[in-house]
């Protein structure tokens, strides 16, 4: 059973420019989850999508976008770069209701993006 | 305003010892509450879990961690430390009922291992 694959790995960037990043749930799964995980701190959650729309969003600018395939599948789009946005994304996915509430986020090995 | 504090940014502990990893939340309600750890260069993977019911959870690689209501607590412990154990543990919250996409993480305890 595939878990959560994220690519690509790694991403160097220059300042301005746009980058996208790509997320296959684990196999299953319909709702997929983005953090943001700066060096040295937690993730913080920027959107999650479900049936291809996004539900709930974080403290992120509209630089942010995202965007969820009917595979479930998921991108999340950053434009106009910064030198704050290097940082490791991670995606996790999940189901979006389970009895009780109590799904569990399962979390990808993240794409680390450095910009320059 | 909803929280997570870990008070531990790095912790070292030898081999063999036993470790506690300490977890304080901040929250409305009683949350849903999870332990990740992330090895270097990683994703995060699932310690453990507490929804509802036993205090106490039992968790994968030998690790526990007991949900204390009254301190609004949920620290973690494994009673003998493994060298592979060595890596960042992250504590979060999440909101009961529905879609629990905004997972809120403290900023992760460093545990180094000494042989």
């Known amino acids: 059973d595939a878990g959560v694959t994220q690519s690509p790995t790694h991403l160097i960037k220059t300042r301005g420019q746009q980058v996208t990043l790509r997320c296959s749930p684990k196999?299953?799964?319909?709702?997929v989850s983005w953090y943001q995980q700066a060096l040295g701190q937690g993730p913080q959650f920027i959107f999650q999508?479900?049936?291809?729309?996004?539900?709930q969003r974080g403290n992120f600018p509209d630089r942010f976008s995202g965007h969820q395939f009917p595979n479930y599948s998921s991108e999340l789009n950053v434009n106009a770069l910064l030198l704050g946005d290097s940082a490791l994304y991670l995606c996790a996915s999940s189901l979006a209701w389970v009895a009780g509430g109590a799904e569990t986020q399962y979390f990808g090995p993240g794409t680390r993006l450095l910009v320059l | 305003a909803q929280s997570v504090t870990q008070p531990d940014i790095h912790i070292t502990v030898s081999e063999g010892a036993s470790l506690e990893l300490r977890c304080n939340y901040s929250?409305?309600?009683?949350?849903?509450l999870f332990w990740y750890v992330q090895s270097p260069g990683q994703g995060l993977q699932l310690l453990l879990k507490?929804?509802?019911?036993?205090?106490l959870v039992q968790g994968i690689k030998g690790f526990e961690a007991e949900f204390k209501r009254s301190q609004s607590s949920f620290n973690l412990r494994k009673p003998s430390v493994h060298w592979s154990d060595a890596a960042e543990y992250f504590c979060?919250?999440?909101?009961?009922?529905?879609?629990?996409?905004?997972?809120?993480f403290g900023k992760g305890t460093k545990l180094s291992v000494k042989p």
């Open positions: 929250y409305g309600a009683t949350p849903y």
């Open positions: 196999s299953g799964h319909d709702t």
């Open positions: 507490y929804f509802s019911g036993d205090t």
């Open positions: 999508y479900y049936e291809e729309e996004e539900r």
């Open positions: 979060a919250v999440g909101a009961r009922g529905g879609s629990q996409g905004n997972l809120i």
